[in-house]
């Protein structure tokens, strides 16, 4: 199973500021091993963010993306004591999902 996923959110004057880094290879497909064989695509393919059971987030994501993929953005909404919700799925149909509490700012 994958690393749990790192949730930072604080909520301050009414917007709400959040980090999350998720633990992930995100090989490509295109790099190869020892060998001189493809190590096989292996990425985070959908990202889904909900704050108080509201979308808040959806997110493709592709080949294109470093390992362990951070996400920061801001929005309008959230209080301290919310519950902020993130999950993901990859090539492999593996998938992760942890929650956090949303802090004041």
């Known amino acids: 199973m994958a690393d749990p996923i790192r949730i ?25 091993n020892e060998g001189g064989e493809f190590i096989a695509a292996h990425y985070i393919t959908d990202v889904r963010i909900e704050i108080a059971g509201k979308l808040v987030l ?5 080949r294109a993306v470093s390992e362990d993929p ?21 090539t492999r149909g593996e998938h992760r999902a942890d929650e956090a509490q949303i802090l004041p700012g």
Do not use: C, N
């Open 8 to 32: 930072r959110a604080h909520a301050k004057e009414g917007t709400t500021e959040v980090h999350v880094l998720m633990p992930h290879p995100m090989e490509t497909g295109f790099r190869k």
């Open 58 to 62: 959806a997110a493709t994501l592709s």
């Open 70 to 90: 951070l996400l920061y953005f801001r929005l309008q909404g959230g209080s301290p004591g919310d519950t902020i919700s993130v999950s993901w799925v990859d």
